[in-house]
Protein backbone atom coordinates (compact mmCIF):
# COMPACT_ATOMS: atom_id res chain seq x y z
CA UNK A 1 0.00 0.00 0.00
CA UNK A 2 1.20 3.55 -0.19
CA UNK A 3 2.37 5.55 2.25
CA UNK A 4 -0.34 8.34 0.44
CA UNK A 5 -3.30 6.06 1.00
CA UNK A 6 -5.89 7.58 3.16
CA UNK A 7 -3.75 10.57 3.81
CA UNK A 8 -6.41 13.03 2.14
CA UNK A 9 -9.64 11.04 2.34
CA UNK A 10 -8.39 10.69 6.27
CA UNK A 11 -10.64 14.16 6.91
CA UNK A 12 -13.90 12.07 5.00
CA UNK A 13 -12.97 8.45 6.17
CA UNK A 14 -15.80 8.59 8.93
CA UNK A 15 -18.61 9.81 6.91
CA UNK A 16 -17.51 7.07 4.19
CA UNK A 17 -17.40 4.06 7.04
CA UNK A 18 -20.90 5.72 8.71
CA UNK A 19 -23.00 2.61 7.20
CA UNK A 20 -20.24 0.19 8.72
CA UNK A 21 -21.54 -1.61 11.96
CA UNK A 22 -18.81 -1.37 13.79
CA UNK A 23 -20.13 -3.71 16.98
CA UNK A 24 -21.36 -6.45 14.71
CA UNK A 25 -17.45 -6.36 12.97
CA UNK A 26 -15.76 -6.21 16.27
CA UNK A 27 -18.56 -8.80 17.95
CA UNK A 28 -17.18 -11.16 14.74
CA UNK A 29 -13.50 -11.17 15.36
CA UNK A 30 -13.81 -11.34 19.34
CA UNK A 31 -15.19 -14.48 18.43
CA UNK A 32 -12.46 -15.75 16.41
CA UNK A 33 -10.02 -14.59 19.30
CA UNK A 34 -11.91 -16.18 22.63
CA UNK A 35 -11.96 -19.19 20.65
CA UNK A 36 -7.97 -18.87 21.06
CA UNK A 37 -6.85 -16.54 23.40
CA UNK A 38 -7.16 -15.25 26.82
CA UNK A 39 -7.49 -11.54 27.98
CA UNK A 40 -3.65 -11.09 28.76
CA UNK A 41 -2.68 -12.15 25.13
CA UNK A 42 -0.97 -10.06 23.18
CA UNK A 43 -2.54 -8.35 20.29
CA UNK A 44 -1.55 -6.49 17.12
CA UNK A 45 -4.24 -5.10 14.63
CA UNK A 46 -3.31 -3.85 11.00
CA UNK A 47 -4.02 -1.34 9.03
CA UNK A 48 -6.60 -0.04 12.04
CA UNK A 49 -7.84 3.22 10.01
CA UNK A 50 -9.65 5.13 13.08
CA UNK A 51 -9.35 2.34 15.43
CA UNK A 52 -13.04 1.72 15.29
CA UNK A 53 -12.01 -1.73 16.18
CA UNK A 54 -9.33 -1.41 18.18
CA UNK A 55 -11.55 0.80 20.92
CA UNK A 56 -14.26 -1.96 20.95
CA UNK A 57 -11.44 -5.01 20.93
CA UNK A 58 -9.58 -2.39 24.01
CA UNK A 59 -12.83 -3.58 26.28
CA UNK A 60 -11.89 -7.21 26.23
CA UNK A 61 -8.46 -6.99 25.89
CA UNK A 62 -5.82 -4.87 27.20
CA UNK A 63 -2.81 -5.73 25.69
CA UNK A 64 -3.05 -4.17 22.24
CA UNK A 65 -1.38 -2.17 19.73
CA UNK A 66 -2.66 -0.61 16.64
CA UNK A 67 -0.90 -0.01 13.49
CA UNK A 68 -1.34 1.85 10.23
CA UNK A 69 0.24 3.22 7.74
CA UNK A 70 -1.40 6.65 7.37
CA UNK A 71 -0.48 9.07 9.61
CA UNK A 72 -3.08 11.68 9.20
CA UNK A 73 -5.34 8.69 10.32
CA UNK A 74 -4.22 7.60 13.20
CA UNK A 75 -3.71 10.96 14.52
CA UNK A 76 -7.46 11.40 14.24
CA UNK A 77 -8.19 8.83 16.53
CA UNK A 78 -10.68 10.04 19.25
CA UNK A 79 -9.15 7.45 22.10
CA UNK A 80 -5.94 7.16 23.38
CA UNK A 81 -6.64 3.79 25.65
CA UNK A 82 -4.03 1.63 23.78
CA UNK A 83 -0.79 2.13 22.01
CA UNK A 84 -0.64 3.35 18.42
CA UNK A 85 2.36 2.88 15.80
CA UNK A 86 2.26 4.35 12.18
CA UNK A 87 4.25 1.92 10.18
CA UNK A 88 3.83 -0.76 6.70
CA UNK A 89 2.11 -3.85 7.61
CA UNK A 90 4.38 -5.75 5.25
CA UNK A 91 7.50 -3.80 7.05
CA UNK A 92 7.17 -4.06 11.20
CA UNK A 93 9.26 -2.58 13.97
CA UNK A 94 8.19 -4.76 16.44
CA UNK A 95 10.55 -6.21 18.96
CA UNK A 96 8.23 -8.72 20.14
CA UNK A 97 5.95 -11.49 19.48
CA UNK A 98 2.31 -11.40 19.35
CA UNK A 99 -0.86 -13.73 20.27
CA UNK A 100 -3.32 -12.58 18.04
CA UNK A 101 -2.96 -10.31 15.09
CA UNK A 102 -6.14 -9.18 12.89
CA UNK A 103 -6.24 -7.29 10.09
CA UNK A 104 -9.92 -6.01 8.84
CA UNK A 105 -12.15 -4.06 5.91
CA UNK A 106 -10.17 -6.25 3.18
CA UNK A 107 -7.21 -4.00 3.85
CA UNK A 108 -4.73 -7.16 2.94
CA UNK A 109 -6.47 -6.37 -0.85
CA UNK A 110 -4.61 -3.28 -0.68
CA UNK A 111 -1.08 -5.01 -1.35
CA UNK A 112 -1.13 -5.00 -5.05
CA UNK A 113 1.61 -7.22 -5.92
CA UNK A 114 1.73 -11.05 -4.48
CA UNK A 115 5.74 -10.24 -3.75
CA UNK A 116 3.78 -8.30 -1.08
CA UNK A 117 1.36 -10.98 0.20
CA UNK A 118 4.61 -12.81 0.30
CA UNK A 119 5.85 -10.45 2.71
CA UNK A 120 3.29 -10.11 4.44
CA UNK A 121 3.05 -13.47 5.00
CA UNK A 122 6.23 -13.63 6.28
CA UNK A 123 6.13 -10.94 8.74
CA UNK A 124 3.42 -12.52 10.52
CA UNK A 125 5.29 -15.97 10.53
CA UNK A 126 8.46 -13.93 12.27
CA UNK A 127 5.79 -11.95 14.63
CA UNK A 128 3.09 -14.53 16.25
CA UNK A 129 3.69 -16.34 19.03
CA UNK A 130 4.06 -20.38 18.99
CA UNK A 131 0.28 -20.55 19.06
CA UNK A 132 -0.57 -17.35 17.96
CA UNK A 133 -3.14 -16.79 15.54
CA UNK A 134 -3.46 -14.17 12.41
CA UNK A 135 -7.19 -13.57 11.25
CA UNK A 136 -8.17 -11.54 8.38
CA UNK A 137 -10.60 -10.62 5.72
CA UNK A 138 -10.76 -10.23 1.95
CA UNK A 139 -12.68 -8.77 -0.46
CA UNK A 140 -13.37 -11.06 -3.67
CA UNK A 141 -13.89 -10.86 -6.67
CA UNK A 142 -17.94 -11.98 -6.87
CA UNK A 143 -18.15 -8.46 -4.50
CA UNK A 144 -16.27 -6.46 -7.17
CA UNK A 145 -18.18 -7.43 -10.12
CA UNK A 146 -21.03 -5.48 -8.78
CA UNK A 147 -18.71 -2.51 -9.49
CA UNK A 148 -17.90 -3.46 -12.97
CA UNK A 149 -20.23 -0.36 -14.10
CA UNK A 150 -18.98 2.50 -12.65
CA UNK A 151 -21.07 3.05 -9.19
CA UNK A 152 -20.77 6.87 -7.82
CA UNK A 153 -21.71 8.03 -3.97
CA UNK A 154 -21.73 11.98 -2.71
CA UNK A 155 -21.16 12.86 0.69
CA UNK A 156 -21.18 16.42 2.93
CA UNK A 157 -18.84 15.87 5.75
CA UNK A 158 -17.24 18.73 8.00
CA UNK A 159 -17.44 21.17 5.32
CA UNK A 160 -15.90 18.79 2.79
CA UNK A 161 -18.22 18.19 -0.25
CA UNK A 162 -16.78 14.48 -1.61
CA UNK A 163 -17.54 11.84 -4.37
CA UNK A 164 -16.43 8.61 -4.35
CA UNK A 165 -16.29 6.52 -7.50
CA UNK A 166 -16.21 2.98 -7.38
CA UNK A 167 -15.04 0.44 -10.16
CA UNK A 168 -13.54 -2.81 -11.04
CA UNK A 169 -11.44 -4.16 -13.69
CA UNK A 170 -11.86 -7.32 -14.47
CA UNK A 171 -9.02 -8.13 -16.41
CA UNK A 172 -6.29 -6.39 -14.47
CA UNK A 173 -8.52 -7.59 -11.08
CA UNK A 174 -8.08 -4.40 -10.14
CA UNK A 175 -11.12 -2.06 -8.07
CA UNK A 176 -10.32 1.29 -8.11
CA UNK A 177 -11.93 3.84 -5.47
CA UNK A 178 -11.36 7.31 -6.68
CA UNK A 179 -11.97 10.13 -4.40
CA UNK A 180 -12.39 14.05 -5.32
CA UNK A 181 -13.23 16.43 -2.44
CA UNK A 182 -14.00 20.09 -2.33
CA UNK A 183 -12.69 22.07 0.69
CA UNK A 184 -15.08 25.24 1.94
CA UNK A 185 -12.12 27.58 1.06
CA UNK A 186 -12.51 25.82 -2.78
CA UNK A 187 -9.67 23.79 -2.49
CA UNK A 188 -9.99 20.66 -4.83
CA UNK A 189 -8.10 17.55 -3.68
CA UNK A 190 -8.39 13.78 -5.09
CA UNK A 191 -6.35 10.53 -4.29
CA UNK A 192 -7.10 6.91 -5.92
CA UNK A 193 -7.45 3.67 -3.58
CA UNK A 194 -6.59 0.43 -5.77
CA UNK A 195 -7.02 -3.14 -4.52
CA UNK A 196 -5.92 -6.35 -5.78
CA UNK A 197 -9.00 -9.19 -6.17
CA UNK A 198 -6.57 -12.40 -6.04
CA UNK A 199 -7.71 -15.98 -6.66
CA UNK A 200 -8.52 -17.33 -2.75
CA UNK A 201 -6.13 -19.95 -3.64
CA UNK A 202 -3.30 -17.64 -3.82
CA UNK A 203 -3.32 -16.47 -0.30
CA UNK A 204 -3.39 -20.44 0.66
CA UNK A 205 -0.12 -20.59 -1.61
CA UNK A 206 1.37 -17.81 -0.38
CA UNK A 207 0.70 -18.75 3.33
CA UNK A 208 1.61 -22.09 3.45
CA UNK A 209 4.82 -21.13 1.78
CA UNK A 210 5.43 -18.45 4.55
CA UNK A 211 4.90 -21.33 7.01
CA UNK A 212 1.35 -20.15 7.91
CA UNK A 213 -1.38 -22.99 7.84
CA UNK A 214 -5.42 -22.05 7.45
CA UNK A 215 -7.25 -23.35 10.21
CA UNK A 216 -10.30 -22.28 9.02
CA UNK A 217 -11.76 -19.95 5.95
CA UNK A 218 -15.35 -18.61 6.70
CA UNK A 219 -17.45 -16.67 4.27
CA UNK A 220 -16.98 -13.57 6.45
CA UNK A 221 -19.50 -12.44 9.13
CA UNK A 222 -20.73 -16.08 9.27
CA UNK A 223 -18.89 -19.49 10.95
CA UNK A 224 -20.05 -21.53 7.42
CA UNK A 225 -16.84 -22.23 5.07
CA UNK A 226 -16.08 -19.89 2.11
CA UNK A 227 -17.82 -20.93 -1.29
CA UNK A 228 -18.18 -19.61 -5.01
CA UNK A 229 -21.20 -17.52 -3.94
CA UNK A 230 -18.77 -15.64 -1.06
CA UNK A 231 -18.25 -11.93 -1.55
CA UNK A 232 -15.78 -12.28 1.26
CA UNK A 233 -13.89 -14.62 3.35
CA UNK A 234 -12.46 -14.95 6.99
CA UNK A 235 -8.80 -16.48 7.15
CA UNK A 236 -7.66 -18.12 10.28
CA UNK A 237 -3.75 -19.13 10.95
CA UNK A 238 -1.77 -20.32 12.94
CA UNK A 239 2.21 -21.15 12.33
CA UNK A 240 3.10 -24.46 11.22
CA UNK A 241 4.99 -25.91 14.31
Avoid at 99 to 114: A, E, G, M, R, V
Avoid at 140 to 158: H, R
Avoid at 160 to 174: A, L
Avoid at 178 to 204: L, P
Wanted: glycine fraction near 2%; aromatic fraction near 16%; charge should be positive.
Amino acid sequence: MSDRAYEKVAVIYNDLMSVVNYDAWTDYVLDIAETYIDEEARILELAAGTCQITHRFSKVFKNIIATDISLPMLQSVKYRNFKMVCCDMISLPFKKKFDFIYCTFDSINYLLKQKQLRKLFNEINDYLDKDGIFTFDVSLELNSLKFAKETVTKGLFNGYDYKRVSRYNDRSKIHYNYFYINTASGKKISETHSQKIYDIKTYFKHSERAGLFTIACYDCFTFDDVSEKSERAQFVMRKIN
